[in-house]
Each structure stands twice: as structure tokens, then as C-alpha cells.
Nanobody
Framework: VQLQASGGGLVQAGGSLRLSCAASGSIFSINVMGWYRQAPGKQRELVARMANSGNTDYADSVKGRFTISRDNVKNTVYLQMNSLKPEDTGIYFC?????????????WGQGTEVTVSS
């Protein structure tokens, strides 16, 4: 599975960005795709993830500001980020996860940088 992320950049506090991540390759329809981020000097953390069923999971710090969505036909996941704060700065990584009876897949994209200036 290959993941191609895009959409990062530099934005002022209060602004918005939209990240996209397209998956290709041997994709199982039942999966979870999501976004994680890593700030300088910190561990990677979950931002938001979404199952193909539509179930979502958000970090408390982004609830009400970020919205994850996906297009199952295009195998693409999106992250709409509004009301951005300087603490949202970091490298954002797309993730694809599948777990079956005999196989488990866990793939990461190359990361896209988000910088929020105060």
C-alpha cells in the first residue's frame, strides 16, 4: 500500500488547511485511515481516524475544529483543519490500517508539514 499525502503548509493562527491522503495498491475495503502528527521533540499522536464504516475517533485537542472524511471509492481520506493554533504545528502522517484473521497491514505516508504561526 502506498500513501500520498498533500495539503500542508504555513498558515496563521485561526486559519484553515485541508490535508488529503490517497491510498493505492493492495487495499482491503474494510480498513481504518487516519492522521497522526508529530511535533518537534514530541511523540507521534493520533489526530483523527475514520473507518470505512464511518466511525470516527478524534484527539480531544482537535474536537470541534478538525473534521475527518473519506471517499471510499477513491481510497482517499481528508482532514479539514479549522481554527488552527500554533500547537497544531507538526508533521502530519497519513495512516492506513487493516486487520484480518491472517493478516495485519499498517502503512504510513511520507508526512506533510503544517506550521501555524502566532
Amino acid at each position: 500500500v502506498q500513501l500520498q499525502a498533500s495539503g500542508g503548509g504555513l498558515v496563521q493562527a485561526g486559519g484553515s488547511l485541508r490535508l488529503s491522503c490517497a491510498a493505492s495498491g493492495s487495499i482491503f475495503s474494510i480498513n481504518v485511515m487516519g492522521w497522526y502528527r508529530q511535533a518537534p521533540g514530541k511523540q507521534r499522536e493520533l489526530v483523527a481516524r475514520m473507518a470505512n464504516s464511518g466511525n470516527t475517533d478524534y484527539a480531544d485537542s482537535v474536537k470541534g475544529r478538525f473534521t475527518i472524511s473519506r471517499d471510499n471509492v477513491k481510497n482517499t481520506v481528508y482532514l479539514q483543519m479549522n481554527s488552527l493554533k500554533p500547537e497544531d504545528t507538526g508533521i502530519y502522517f497519513c495512516n492506513y490500517y487493516y486487520r484480518g484473521r491472517v493478516r495485519e497491514d499498517d502503512y504510513w505516508g511520507q508526512g506533510t508539514e503544517v506550521t501555524v504561526s502566532s
